[in-house]
């Protein structure tokens, strides 16, 4: 590909450096056309919650080594796995009045409880197809009452090909029996 190093062909690098140019371009477009956005958006790059500020992003990602015990102690370790990322992002929502924060409040129960996927857009990189796993809403005399501090848990979501076969059976009329031995 075009402007990508050359990485032999292993499984999984190739799509793994794509994915990364693909958050990286992503990001730096975003950047270029708006300025530093941060932000959950939609699959269409269209912002879903219009809060005043995001104040914190709290990315994590982890990768297990699958290890098995075997004879005198030992043990074999094998196949490196990548577990669902997970984001929270601390938004804050003091403008409006008791109404917009309201709509906001429930614009993010409905997202909650849907099954879309979203993109977490900051400056430097495009964390893609997550979807939101919960919240938690804070208010704090300190802060005002009237302000939301809400966290928004995301985690990633991987899309797999499932492949159907069909397969003839030689005798149908040995697939109707039903024979169980006790």
Do not use: C
Not at 20 to 27: M, N
Not at 63 to 79: H, K, L, M, T
């Amino acid at each position: 590909m075009f402007g990508m190093p050359d990485i032999p062909n292993w499984k999984g690098i190739p799509n793994a450096a794509l994915d990364a140019g693909i958050s990286l371009g992503g990001a730096a477009l975003i950047n270029t056309l708006f300025g530093n956005y941060w932000g959950i958006f939609n699959q269409y790059g269209i912002p879903l919650l219009l809060a005043d500020n995001v104040i914190s992003l709290q990315y994590q990602n982890q990768y297990r080594v699958v290890s098995a015990p075997i004879e005198n102690g030992s043990f074999a370790s094998y196949n490196k796995v990548g577990d669902p990322y997970k984001v929270t992002v601390q938004l804050t929502k003091g403008s409006g009045g008791t109404l917009e924060r309201g709509a906001f409040l429930s614009q993010l129960e409905i997202l909650a409880k849907s099954t879309l996927k979203f993109h977490v857009v900051t400056p430097e990189f495009v964390y893609t197809n997550a979807a939101i796993v919960g919240y938690d809403l804070a208010r704090e005399s300190k802060d005002g009452a009237t302000l939301l501090k809400v966290n928004v848990h995301l985690e990633e979501i991987r899309e797999v090909k499932v492949k159907y076969d069909k397969e003839e059976v030689k005798n149908p009329d040995d697939a109707k029996k039903n024979l169980s031995f006790v």
